[in-house]
T-cell receptor, first 116, second 110 residues
Framework: NAGVTQTPKFQVLKTGQSMTLQCAQDMNHEYMSWYRQDPGMGLRLIHYSVGAGITDQGEVPNGYNVSRSTTEDFPLRLLSAAPSQTSVYFC???????????????FGAGSRLTVL | GQQVMQIPQYQHVQEGEDFTTYCNSSTTLSNIQWYKQRPGGHPVFLIQLVKSGEVKKQKRLTFQFGEAKKNSSLHITATQTTDVGTYFCAGYYGNNRLAFGKGNQVVVIP
């Protein structure tokens, strides 16, 4: 049981390049999400998905695309990287327990992205 | 938009002393969660509080949820070097958006 797996762990891009951060979970979680973490800013929600074929925007979605073709995978795409996207990205997943349930996130180890 | 605010943002704590970190929401929360992130690591779930006025303890950690369900606190007694890290509170706005505070980065002085 690997939990939430993110690849790559580190990546350096040039401005304008595109790339995909991969996220996979083996816990059969319905809900998956992407956060970015910047110094002094906490964790900010980029996009999330409540199931295969369903995605929605979070707090800071601009510059990022997502798709959810399977329950297990939730890739995050940067179509044209900008220096402002330099950050640590975390994928997180959980079961959907409803509004009053224990909707606890399990995080991956993170992907550190630098855009030059 | 909905916000979760944490104070203080940074704390230096002498080993053996107690400290408290606070979390406030601009709106009423259905529940509040606390996570801990060790330096270089990822956030790990600590606890969830659901009921108004709820108090939960985990060894030296005491978590409280305010009566109005808009604030929470984490109190750690007899701080140890293993307590170093950043503590985040987070609240759900709707069923699907978990908003995190900016965190309280704790440095333990031996």
């Amino acid at each position: 049981n690997a939990g939430v797996t993110q690849t790559p762990k580190f990546q350096v891009l040039k401005t304008g390049q595109s790339m995909t951060l991969q996220c996979a979970q083996d816990m059969n979680h319905e809900y998956m999400s992407w956060y970015r973490q910047d110094p002094g800013m906490g964790l900010r929600l980029i996009h999330y998905s409540v199931g295969a074929g369903i995605t929605d925007q979070g707090e800071v979605p601009n510059g990022y695309n997502v798709s959810r073709s399977t329950t297990e995978d939730f890739p995050l795409r940067l179509l044209s990287a900008a220096p402002s996207q330099t950050s640590v990205y975390f994928c997180a997943s959980r079961h959907d327990r409803g509004v009053s349930g224990a909707n606890v996130l399990t995080f991956g180890a993170g992907s550190r992205l630098t855009v030059l | 938009g909905q916000q979760v605010m944490q104070i203080p943002q940074y704390q230096h704590v002498q080993e053996g002393e107690d400290f408290t970190t606070y979390c406030n929401s601009s709106t009423t929360l259905s529940n509040i969660q606390w996570y801990k992130q060790r330096p270089g690591g990822h956030p790990v779930f600590l606890i969830q509080l659901v009921k108004s006025g709820e108090v939960k303890k985990q060894k030296r950690l005491t978590f409280q949820f305010g009566e109005a369900k808009k604030n929470s606190s984490l109190h750690i007694t007899a701080t140890q070097t293993t307590d170093v890290g950043t503590y985040f509170c987070a609240g759900y706005y709707g069923n699907n958006r978990l908003a995190f505070g900016k965190g309280n980065q704790v440095v333990v002085i031996p």
